[in-house]
Antibody, heavy 121, light 108 residues
Framework: EVQVVESGGGLVQPGGSLRLSCSAS????????MSWVRQAPGKGLEWVGR??????????DYVAPVKGRFTISRDDSKNTLYVQMNSLKTEDTAVYYC????????????WGQGTLLTVSS | DIQMTQSPSSVSASVGDRISITCRAS??????LGWYQQKPGKAPKLLIY???SLRGGVPSRFSGSGSGTDFTLTISSLQPEDSATYYC??????????FGGGTKVEIK
């Protein structure tokens, strides 16, 4: 059974930093392309960024509003995905989901339960 | 960026009704289109990929169609557990991958 658990959310002041983690099991983590998707309160889904598997180059892509501020990384030895978020803005407030692209086809087969980031003074 | 536009934004229907939700892409995406269901307080679930392929375990009352820029999600016989918000997502090109704005389905 696939299990995905995000952690690290909380309250941060504007301009601050935070790192979210996503621990996954039940599949071959190292082969999966992993994304972060966020959802602001009462709003729709927004893809934040992705990291490919190392065998596919381990490259990252980001949505424009977070490029240069967010960094996605992975530790395949720990089956864990990360996103380091710097220079946080109030508009980054959202539930952040870890989303698994198991077949490397840009669809998200499995999701975590999400972790809430609130950016506020 | 490819923009995804869903309509309607909400629909209210009775149990047993057939409903359809449309999704339009701002440029052609072939059949690189997925549909997700999200219930309040829960993570989204993938229902359909490749515009019309039903994910394993998803009830057969859900179906998808379309190609290019116009796509449809149909629920053939609405059930109480189908009350949720549905999102389309283009999987053709990134960055960024993009979602539609969502369609809230309510049961009368």
């Amino acid at each position: 059974e696939v299990q995905v658990v995000e952690s690290g959310g909380g309250l941060v002041q504007p301009g601050g930093s935070l790192r979210l983690s996503c621990s996954a099991s039940g599949f071959t983590f190292s082969n999966a392309w992993m994304s972060w998707v966020r959802q602001a309160p009462g709003k729709g889904l927004e893809w934040v960024g992705r990291i490919k598997s190392k065998t596919d180059g381990g490259t990252t892509d980001y949505v424009a509003p977070v490029k240069g501020r967010f960094t996605i990384s992975r530790d395949d030895s720990k089956n864990t995905l990360y996103v380091q978020m710097n220079s946080l803005k109030t508009e980054d407030t959202a539930v952040y989901y870890c989303a698994i692209d198991h077949n490397s086809d840009n669809y998200f087969d499995y999701w975590g339960q999400g972790t809430l980031l609130t950016v506020s003074s | 960026d490819i923009q995804m536009t869903q309509s309607p934004s909400s629909v209210s229907a009775s149990v047993g009704d057939r409903i359809s939700i449309t999704c339009r892409a701002s440029q052609g995406i072939g059949t690189w289109l997925g549909w997700y269901q999200q219930k309040p307080g829960k993570a989204p679930k993938l229902l359909i990929y490749g515009a019309s392929s039903l994910r394993g375990g998803v009830p057969s009352r859900f179906s998808g169609s379309g190609s290019g820029t116009d796509f449809t999600l149909t629920i053939s016989s609405l059930q109480p557990e189908d009350s949720a918000t549905y999102y389309c997502q283009q999987a053709n090109s990134l960055p960024p991958l993009t979602f539609g704005g969502g369609t809230k389905v309510e049961i009368k």
